[in-house]
């Protein structure tokens, strides 16, 4: 491993299958940090919304996820998250919370936004991002050796390989 690289562990998986129960559980015993990375859209959508920016302005919005002043707290058995020393954990777990990040999700300037944002956390002694959808572009394998090991270990079962 390259010096000042940070090993990434990252976990995927449908809405309320326990990724993140598993993340916390992974990251305390590895003594790691937690990165929930749907929470990011999430707080960009309400640090948005609370701007009083249009959640379909890509621009404005990617300007906001940019500098989104956010950082994740490990408490007693969860990770609490905070905008601007605010906790918003609760407010940002809401259905409605969630359909607001779908929508700036789709937005491709907010994720190149988010994917600068999450380079930037991750920090030694290593870290776990909750949500793997995004890691093959956020963490590019080493070498095209693993694609390929992938590709053909999964290609028999008709499984794809992203």
């Not at 998250?81 to 605010?86: H, N």
């Not at 700036?104 to 936004?113: D, K, S, T």
């Not at 991002?129 to 090991?149: I, K, L, M």
Request: charged share 20%.
């Amino acid at each position: 491993m390259a010096a000042g690289v940070a090993p990434v562990i990252t976990i995927d998986g449908p809405s309320g299958t326990g990724k993140g129960t598993l993340a916390r559980l992974i990251t305390a015993w590895l003594g790691w940090h937690l990165l929930d990375s749907g929470a990011l859209y999430r707080v960009t959508a309400h640090f948005a919304q609370g701007r009083g920016v249009a959640l379909d302005d890509a621009e404005a919005v990617a300007a906001l996820a940019a500098c989104l002043p956010v950082e994740f707290v490990e408490g007693e058995g969860d990770t609490r998250v905070l905008l601007e020393g605010r906790d918003v954990t609760d407010l940002i777990r809401s259905e409605e919370a969630g359909a607001r990040a779908s929508q700036v999700a789709a937005l491709g300037p907010v994720r190149a936004a988010l994917l600068a944002r999450q380079h930037a956390f991750a920090q030694a002694p290593d870290w776990s991002p909750t949500d793997a959808t995004w890691a093959p572009w956020c963490f590019p394998p080493p070498t095209s050796r693993s694609t390929s090991r992938r590709v053909s270990r999964n290609a028999p079962r008709g499984a794809t390989s992203n």
